[in-house]
């Protein structure tokens, strides 16, 4: 993205924030009146499946400061990603837009300029301070608003490169993935960082005054993203008590094109069923380790002065398949990773142990948090905010979820739909030779995702309204934008070279 583009999107942001300052947002008011809008901290941790969490109904797992949380609180039992993949995903929740509007590809991306429009600057016009605690999977030059504190976390070199599988070659390449030798127990790097972000996170709300101006801040957790490395007693509140994948006879075979190559490209083809076995242990025992951390930045919440006044988010950016379909990490739009945990709590506004069934998404989150502190939102951002559900159940919902996948090991872009119990997703094609594809599941009757109703001829109308619905959300057809997506590739950015972080293709 060239110097003068970046300009314009300053320009075209300050346009649309000036009536939100003229309004007297920016600091003229007096502190009785900053301190009447909430804070907003929100808490996202990386990787977090949905369904290893006590209060979405996982009787095994140890996470009482989330049940907690959700007792306080509003549970959404089916929210999901804009991305199954940590920098896609978070530069959406950054720029409260889809991936596919914003150039958010891959984990070697950045959003248009370092000062494009962005949820932290929208609430600093609106007279919050924002604040960035924790890894966000920034490029180092990019803060898009936030002040960093704790430390500097976010020291990714994006590039802005990628490319796309060849179709036929479904061979795996150097035997099994390295990242299964790292599911051990010890102390892992995850452990670290995030030990940091909880220290980071106690000591700002210690320091924080109820006369201070509304602040939002963002704590990023890295747990229970992989390496899979936990204390052993962690580990041994699981040994042999986790049940393994569920793969129906004949099921691998009848994977998409794209999930094939995800199995391949990641090296998680004929993954032992011990290593299976433990990896899914250890993954539970470092979601209970997750939950700790949690636990001790709502703890420090809670001895703070701003206690009563703050709005506590949390979330992750996508889940974990720990085996299921053959599958590891994340990037596919199965339940296992595209669905993700979301907790909303603020006991002064909304009474807790409150549960939504609808779909909603992360940029549905966005739109709230901007809601909350009065934020001018631009109008060309997606999503709708939660509040008005949130205080009346019975309140219309748009019931509509998005996601999209363009980044590393697969073969062509991917878009999903989630309406209502309906997941459809569409493959965009690969080449003249390997034409689009299309998933279809009923999840209420098949929420294993095992039978693809999209061949079946009586779902024909079906799958064309939904597809209608996909790109009316968008904004474009998948297959325009997987062709945006890979001259974008091709292109990369115009940056001397550096040294990377650690981004590109997790």
Known sequence: MSHTSRQLNRREFLGAMAAG???????QQ?????????????????????????????????????????????AFESAYTNS???????????????????????????????????????MNAAG????????????????YGFTEIGGNMNKGFMAGKGRRRQPDDLTPKGGLSARFQDFHTGH??????????????????????????PFFLFCGLITPHFPLIVPESYWQNYKDKVAMPEL???????????????????????VPPDTVKKGRELYYGLTQWMDECVGGILKALGKSDVADNTVVVYTTDHGENMGEHGLWWKNCMYEH???????????????GGQRRTAVCSHLDLVQTVAELGGAKVPPDWNGTSLS??????????????????????????????RSGQLKYVYHTPADEKHPAQRELYDLKNDPGEFTNLAAKPEQQARIAELHAALIKELGEDPDVTERRCRADYAKGYDRKAGKRGKGGEE
């Open 128 to 143: 919050y301070e924002s604040f960035l605690c924790g890894k966000m999977h920034y490029d180092s030059t990019c803060r």
């Open 30 to 74: 007096a502190a009785a009146a900053e301190t009447a809008r909430p804070n907003v901290l929100v808490v996202m941790s990386d990787e977090h499946n949905a369904g290893v969490t006590g209060c979405y109904g996982n009787n095994l797992i140890r996470t009482p400061n989330l049940d907690g949380l959700a007792a306080r609180g509003v």
């Open 337 to 351: 990773a595209a669905h993700v945990p979301l907790i909303v709590s603020w006991p002064a506004r909304w009474k």
């Open 388 to 417: 008005r559900w949130m205080d009346d159940a019975n309140a219309t919902w748009k019931d509509l979820a998005v996601s999209e996948y363009y980044a590393h090991n697969i073969a062509s872009g991917y878009a999903m739909l």
């Open 84 to 122: 199954p993949l940590c920098v896609p995903c978070r530069l959406s929740f950054t720029s409260g837009k889809y991936i596919s509007r914003v150039g958010a590809w891959s984990n070697d991306c950045w959003l248009p300029g370092p000062d494009y429009p962005s949820l932290p600057r929208i």
């Open 248 to 270: 129906p006879p004949g099921h691998l075979d009848s994977l998409p094109l794209n999930y094939k190559h995800l199995r391949a490209g990641f090296n998680v083809v004929n």
């Open 21 to 27: 300052a003229a309004a007297g947002c920016l600091g």
């Open 188 to 213: 892992g790097s995850g452990m670290t960082h995030d030990t940091k972000v909880s220290d980071g996170a106690t000591e700002f709300l210690s320091k924080r005054k109820r006369t201070d101006k």
